[in-house]
């Protein structure tokens, strides 16, 4: 599991990189599907994985708009604040953390049982998801999107 935190670190970064080369208001600009636009995105999806590990470990959830941080920079402040913790968080990870139940509160009042194991890998995937869209856009702005190739990113090294 930690090499796809791993790959998912590397590969926002390396779409932080791309952005560099757009202009804010191609960056803010509304986009079919998606949260919104690019840089909207790229805020969402650090905002839900700290979010989700900050609730698996019984902590207050963000709470902030994404208009507080709509520059790239801020986005990058931002993902570079929250890091650290989902880091040291992933780093910890041990099998007994698997089916360890967490209890979410939904919107509707209701409570679902949920394995913490379930929940990091949709941290994962939730990600994967969103970079499939920044790569559609990319390409409707006629540039090359940041490749999701797994293989030679380092992440895991062969014995």
Not at 109 to 115: D, Q, T
Request: some cysteine; hydrophobic content about 40%.
């Amino acid at each position: 599991m930690i090499p796809f935190f791993r790959y998912n670190w590397i590969v926002r970064e390396q779409w932080y990189q791309w952005c560099e080369e757009l202009p804010l208001e191609e960056l803010i600009k509304e986009r079919t599907g998606g949260v919104g636009g690019i840089l909207q995105t790229l805020f969402h999806v650090a905002d839900v994985e700290w979010s989700w590990i900050r609730v698996l470990q019984g902590l207050p959830d963000f709470e902030e708009p994404f208009e507080n941080y709509a520059t790239l920079a801020k986005v990058r402040e931002l993902d570079a604040r929250f890091r650290p913790e989902v880091e040291e968080f992933v780093n910890s990870w041990d099998e007994s953390m698997e089916t360890r139940p967490l209890h979410n509160s939904r919107q509707d009042g209701s409570v679902e049982v949920l394995a913490w194991g379930e929940v990091v890998r949709h941290v994962i995937a939730h990600e994967i998801h969103h970079i499939g869209q920044l790569s559609v856009w990319s390409r409707e702005l006629g540039r090359a999107p940041v490749s999701a190739n797994l293989i030679r990113k380092g992440l895991i090294l062969p014995g």
